[in-house]
């Protein structure tokens, strides 16, 4: 085992891992001149990369200089910020790895050869009308896999590794349950998935075994130096296929959608798949509470107060009530709302006219027994106007007088 290979042990998520090792390779290529021939490095070529960094190890070299030299490099070719920090700060935690401490005072100096701002790459808006439009450029399996990410908020490389036992597509609304193992910060989350999602994934499941069994098929052929490349029948993944692969899916689909563009700066796609998180993030977040929302998206600050504070069935009902805002058919616009506001607005009406309508009814129910009532009297009056006079009652008065005014009375009140 080399030093190289130990530090990266220390990672065992696959995508950290991937990327600590590309940071170091990049910080090689620098000190030492590029040894590859493609991004995508060889065994050879990571054997080499491991010999490269057991050799500076042992070297004596000017640190400081070297990254200080490394960052302003990165600041030179255009590596956007984001980029260049982490590979100081890979960089820096394996220099700490190996035994070689720097100083507050030489940090700060490094620090200053980073390339400044955020984000360079100038990304096109992700709405609706943009995600139907890539998704009807997709099979059966790309489509549940894409609605699954964009209405979820998980990450692509957490969604190519999650297993079929943990998809619930029994609840209401459907959940998945995102192991800590595969997660960047280790905790375990769950989150929910659309009825739109949900409806795609029953249809992939459909012809799933055909396509394992289509896919091993095509890979009997490798030989035995091949064999990682093979695809097994028994994978227990929901969608089979890798992050690599995944990219290449949407790449296509925006190919074929006409909506495939470069920055002229970066020259990276400007609707990359990773836009899928601020999607569901955005729209989420405009109708359901902004901590359920980074909680489901698994952003660490998040998890512990909202899983504290909330119920799963809670989260749930929360996410059913803002579940329109991700769903990419449902997105059209509708006399200034979409489909789910409008849709809102509709029940709210229908419940406020329900509550109108038993209101009337009470008030015909209470008016046709005053009207009861009124009929009574005015019957008893008719019968009295047919007797005779009779004693005088009461202070002279006679009875049909006493009556008659008992009905004033009561008509009176009636009315009032």
């Known amino acids: ?8 042990d220390l990672y065992p998520v696959m995508n950290t891992k991937r990327n600590y090792r590309a940071a170091l390779m990049a ?3 620098f000190i030492y001149g590029m040894k590859r021939m493609r991004p995508e490095v060889t065994t050879e070529e990571l054997r080499k990369y491991e010999e490269l960094i057991e050799q500076y190890s042992t070297e004596e070299r000017d640190h400081v200089s070297d990254l200080m030299r ?11 910020p984001h980029t260049a920090r982490n590979r100081f700060k890979i960089t820096k935690e394996f220099f700490s790895f190996i035994g070689i401490e720097l100083n507050q005072r030489d940090v700060k100096r490094i620090r200053n050869k980073l390339p400044k701002g955020h984000t360079r790459t100038i990304e096109r808006d992700m709405d609706h009308e943009t995600l139907r439009s890539i998704m009807s ?3 059966v399996k790309s489509r549940a896999f894409f609605l699954t990410l964009a209405s979820s908020g998980m990450r692509v490389g957490e969604l190519v590794k999650i297993n079929m036992a943990d998809f619930n597509l029994n ?10 193992e595969l997660t960047r910060t280790g905790d375990q989350r769950c989150t929910f998935i659309s009825q739109e999602a949900l409806t795609a994934i029953h249809e992939w499941l459909k012809v799933r075994d055909k396509y394992m069994q289509t896919a091993f098929n095509r890979n009997r052929g490798f030989t035995n130096k091949d064999k990682s490349k093979m695809r097994s029948m028994d994978d227990p993944r929901m969608f089979p296929i890798s992050q690599k692969v995944a990219g290449e899916i949407w790449t296509n689909a925006l190919k074929n959608a006409g909506l495939l563009s470069y920055d002229n700066v970066t020259n990276r796609v400007q609707i990359h798949i990773h836009m899928l998180r601020k999607f569901f993030r955005s729209q989420l977040a405009l109708a359901c509470p902004v901590d359920i929302v980074e909680a489901l998206m698994g952003h660490s600050g998040y998890l512990t107060d909202a899983y504290r504070r909330h119920t799963k069935k809670q989260m749930g009902e929360f996410y059913l009530k803002a579940e329109h805002r991700v769903t990419i058919s449902g997105g059209d616009i509708l006399g200034g709302l979409d489909f789910g506001e409008k ?3 509709l029940e709210q009406e229908n419940n406020e006219m329900k509550v109108a309508l038993n209101s009337q009814r009470f008030e015909n129910l209470d008016l046709k027994s005053r009207i009861n009532h009124l009929e009574a009297v005015m019957a008893t009056m008719m019968a009295i106007d047919q007797i005779p006079d009779l004693p005088v009652m009461l202070k002279g008065k006679q009875p049909r007088a006493i009556l008659k005014e008992e009905a004033v009375v009561n008509n009176h009140h009636s009315i009032s």
């Open 343 to 345: 849709l809102a607005s």
């Open 1 to 8: 085992m080399s030093r190289f290979t130990d530090f990266l």
């Open 27 to 29: 910080y090689m290529d």
């Open 171 to 180: 609840e209401n609304p459907a959940s998945v349950l995102i192991r800590g």
């Open 137 to 139: 450029h997709l099979d």
């Open 70 to 80: 490394f960052n302003a490099h990165n600041a030179g070719v255009n590596v956007t």
